[in-house]
């Protein structure tokens, strides 16, 4: 676990001296006025359709999404693995005879695109994918090796605004195909089928075609001009891998801070921390009762992108565990503003 945490700080100290690296060469191109006392975020306007409120530019997180009318193109990758994590051995009536140790890793990268077609309606799609492999035999056999790719079309519409807040109404519909392989299900058949079958072979790889589609509301409130409020809340109705179609429910919160804006600071560094709560997993997985907690640092001294570093925390149960598994991913997001 020391090693973990060691690594992650040395990842967190690179990210930022390399922000503090970029932030030298993008400022001078940015920022020119003659007015020093002017607040960096009002510099960044521009005749773009910007995630500015009361002077307060939002950082942006793909765990609590926000109500703005922009357009914009994000790409994201990411990696990570599980923590703590404990593997067990079965015999093939399922009695667990030994834990082990290991680990999983996981890998995910996507594509969105959101046209903002006036200032207060936009369309969005994306697409991308992930995988989850176990790094030896224990853990590749209790827990499988499974893999998604999909697509989400959405729209967004602004519902009320002032000069602190906004609110907006979205409608998301996602299909993905999910892909998993039990070798333990397989050995497992052919077992007690008594050799290999077609049944056997369908144990082997289980795959699905899994949707949801949800109706949710987007706000964001910024009380000053160095800090904002994201929240969101929705309901939908999704399938999940092998089951049918369920209800599911979101909501969340997320704060972050600008540093540019804070007096005798003025370092165009921003954080977010957010929490979301989900009944269901929404990319189609069979796990219940998901709370997924996330930390941003990202630059936000650049009238055009955002570039940061996110890192999403969550504890999962997934169908062929027999305890939850906790998760730490990390990607690096970029998105530009059109």
């Not at 400022?27 to 359709?49: G, I, P």
Request: with cysteine; glycine share 8%; hydrophobic share 40%.
């Amino acid at each position: 676990m020391k090693k973990n945490n060691h690594y992650w700080f040395n990842l967190f100290f690179c990210v930022l001296f390399f922000l503090v690296l970029v932030n030298q060469n993008l400022r001078a191109q940015v920022f020119q006025s003659d007015n020093e006392n002017k607040k960096d975020t009002v510099l960044l306007r521009t005749n773009k359709l910007l995630p500015i409120i009361n002077n307060f530019r939002f950082i942006p997180s793909d765990v609590i999404d926000n109500p703005f009318i922009t357009t914009f193109v994000k790409t994201s990758v990411g990696a990570g693995a599980a923590i703590d994590l404990k593997s067990y051995l079965k015999d093939l009536e399922g009695n667990v005879t030994d834990t082990l140790t290991g680990k999983l890793s996981f890998i995910s990268m996507d594509l969105m695109f959101q046209l903002a077609i006036t200032d207060w309606i936009a369309v969005n799609g994306s697409y991308g994918g992930s995988g989850r492999l176990g790094n030896n035999a224990y853990t590749i056999l209790t827990s499988g090796i499974s893999y998604a790719s999909g697509y989400t079309l959405g729209a967004k519409i602004k519902i009320w605004g002032n000069d602190q807040m906004m609110l907006s109404g979205s409608l998301d519909h996602s299909s993905n195909k999910v892909f998993l392989y039990s070798i333990y299900d397989f050995v497992k058949n052919v077992v007690e089928s008594g050799g290999i079958d077609s049944s056997s072979q369908n144990k082997l790889l289980e795959k699905d075609d899994v949707s949801s589609t949800f109706l949710s509301l987007n706000y964001a409130y910024a009380p000053t001009d160095w800090c904002g409020i994201l929240a969101v809340t929705g309901w939908g109705v999704g399938q999940t891998f092998g089951n049918k179609d369920k209800g599911n429910v979101r909501f969340g919160l997320a704060a972050s801070v600008d540093f540019d804006n804070i007096k005798y600071i003025g370092f165009p560094i921003g954080v977010l921390v957010g929490v979301k709560f989900n009944s269901f997993s929404e990319s189609g997985e069979n796990t219940t009762n998901i709370l997924t907690y996330s930390f941003r640092i990202g630059y936000t001294g650049h009238k055009d992108f955002d570039i940061g570093l996110e890192n999403t925390y969550q504890s999962l149960n997934y169908r062929l565990s027999d305890q939850k598994i906790n998760t730490l991913l990390t990607a690096i997001k970029v998105r530009y503003y059109f």
